[in-house]
């Protein structure tokens, strides 16, 4: 069953000059990770604050069409509705630190206290998420003194206490290094496991091949593209219209110009399978 | 990184223990009844019968002490020296020096003001040191006091430390550029608004960004809020609460009675 559903959904924010999003149509089932990739300014932002409720609630502008996230008509819903269906979690992890809490576990207590959940209930729902993002340890620390990726572990973990059925990633590793990188990542795929549907823009296109069910490419606030992550990653419009390719796929694009990577070989997007599919060339595995 | 701002000190007592509407309550009627009370020996005798044991059974002496210290050693100085010399009306001569005349009237009320302020500046300084802010705030919500003001308070607590984090990578981005800091007084005043416009209209730009987390939070849900910790309250400190509220109208009264 598609719990997040667009419908021929434009919107222009009051401030711009043209629309952000036009005539986006697009169904993503319970469960599934999509991810969101295109070029700066292709509306990858508006279409995650759009699904999370910000686009129209907070961020003000013109709509047409309609957003249906979790049986909740989004347009017609409030913002303090929508957080309990949909969680946003954005680039900058130091911005999204609530700032009046002096430790993680407070800190991560902050949304079910404004939600008006229970004292006695809170912590196991804080011990549960604690667990799931890995940031146990950190319970008493304070969230500003922290590494980005573990901030944004905090992040990740203060909306997910909530409970929220569609989690809602902004570029959430732009800001961070490999290392932060690779352990939202690993979140996410927690999150995965889980059942929770997810999704994600993001410009790290190895880390998509390896998680994603489906990328949808956005260019000028249209779909461009969308399928499986090996289909679209390894299109040759991405190149042209200047969006992330992985350099793997790069590569073997390259090799293949020169005849050392076969023609009828898909090129390759994570560093595995380009590991895997050069070993085969150099022992000769393929026939020439 | 450090947290300078707040003064609290984690060691469990049996102040640390008291509500903190308690405390404040006492540190009120402290205070008032310093600057109320008839009699003029009355907050001098407030800080050695009330605040300094108050200061030991919360085991904070040490810190109480050499906080006082550096904070009424050099403003009592300067009161004493400004008013024995200068108080206006002063009749009893106390002595001379050479052109400089110091009257009694001057230094009892140099005296006075320098209790009172010690009164007030101390029961304070003994309640910041033995309650954490964010317990301060979750008992002031939990009696109703407005979330948002209490967020203001405590989020001011934890972004000023940032600010100056924020303000010092900016210093090295400008240096690394080749601005001069030092100098002459024009040459610094001059680079400041190197640092003042991207410090300003970064935290601008912040402010959206947070609005978003805090929204993201149901910061702004129109339900009743809760709290993670309850702050626990006892009988008997509401007795307390009571007393000091009785003392505070008694002073008060005592005073507009005898003047």
């Not at chain 1, 959904?9 to 969101?36: D, M, N, R, W």
């Amino acid at each position: 069953m598609a719990i997040i559903e667009l419908n021929d959904f434009s919107f222009q924010y009051t401030t711009g000059k043209q629309p952000a999003l036009q005539h986006v149509s697009l169904s993503v089932e319970e469960g599934e990770f999509i991810a969101i990739i295109g070029p700066n300014g292709s509306g990858k932002s508006t279409l995650c604050d759009t699904i999370a409720g910000f686009v129209p609630h907070f961020f003000k502008g013109e709509t047409s069409g309609s957003v249906k996230v979790d049986g909740v008509e989004t347009l017609s819903s409030t913002l303090a509705e929508m957080v309990l269906h949909a969680g946003l979690v954005f680039q900058n992890p130091f911005n999204q630190i609530s700032g009046s809490k002096f430790t993680v576990y407070e800190e991560i207590a902050f949304g079910l206290e404004n939600l008006g959940v229970p004292g006695g209930e809170m912590a196991g729902r804080i011990e549960e998420v604690m667990a799931l993002t890995g940031i146990k340890d950190l319970a008493d620390r304070s969230p500003y003194a922290l590494s980005g990726g573990q901030q944004q572990r905090v992040a990740l973990a203060s909306i997910l206490v909530m409970q929220p059925r569609v989690m809602v990633l902004d570029e959430p590793t732009s800001q961070l290094d490999p290392i932060g990188t690779r352990e939202v990542f690993q979140v996410v795929r927690s999150m995965t496991s889980k059942g929770i549907t997810i999704v994600m823009a993001e410009h790290k296109v190895e880390h998509i091949a390896a998680f994603a069910d489906r990328v949808i490419v956005l260019d000028e606030g249209k779909i461009l593209l969308q399928g499986t992550a090996r289909d679209t990653l390894t299109d040759p419009l991405l190149p042209e219209r200047g969006v992330g390719v992985s350099r793997f796929t790069t590569v073997a694009h390259l090799a293949q110009k020169e005849a050392l990577w076969p023609a009828d070989h898909v090129l390759p997007v994570t560093l595995e399978e380009a590991a895997d599919g050069f070993q085969e060339i150099l022992r000769g595995d393929h026939a020439h | 990184m450090s947290n300078k701002l707040s003064f609290y000190i984690d060691r469990p007592s049996p102040l640390q223990r008291l509500n903190p509407l308690t405390k404040m309550a006492v540190a009120f009627a402290f205070i008032i009844i310093a600057f109320s009370a008839h009699w003029y020996w009355a907050p001098l005798i407030i800080f050695f019968v009330g605040i300094i044991p108050i200061a030991v059974v919360g085991k904070l002496g040490r810190e109480f002490f050499s906080t006082s210290v550096h904070l009424f050693l050099p403003l009592f100085a300067f009161l004493f020296v400004m008013q024995s010399l200068f108080h206006p009306g002063g009749t009893t001569v106390l002595f001379r020096l050479w052109f400089l005349t110091v009257k009694l009237e001057g230094v009892q009320f140099a005296f006075l003001t320098a209790t009172r302020i010690l009164v007030m500046v101390s029961s304070f300084l003994l309640v910041l040191l033995s309650t954490h802010p964010s317990t301060l705030m979750s008992d002031l919500t939990q009696r109703g006091f407005p979330a948002m003001l209490s967020y203001i308070v405590t989020s001011t607590l934890q972004i000023i430390p940032q600010m100056r984090n924020k303000a010092g990578t900016i210093i090295d981005a400008q240096h690394s550029r080749g601005m001069n800091t030092e100098g002459s007084l024009g040459q610094r005043v001059k680079a400041l608004l190197p640092l003042v416009g991207p410090l300003v209209f970064g935290s601008l730009v912040d402010v959206e960004e947070r609005a978003v987390a805090l929204e993201a939070r149901a910061f702004n849900a129109p339900r009743k809020k809760t709290s993670l910790r309850e702050i626990p309250d006892t009988g008997w400190e509401k007795v307390v609460r009571w007393i000091c509220l009785l003392l505070v109208v008694v002073s008060m009264g005592s005073n507009i009675w005898l003047s």
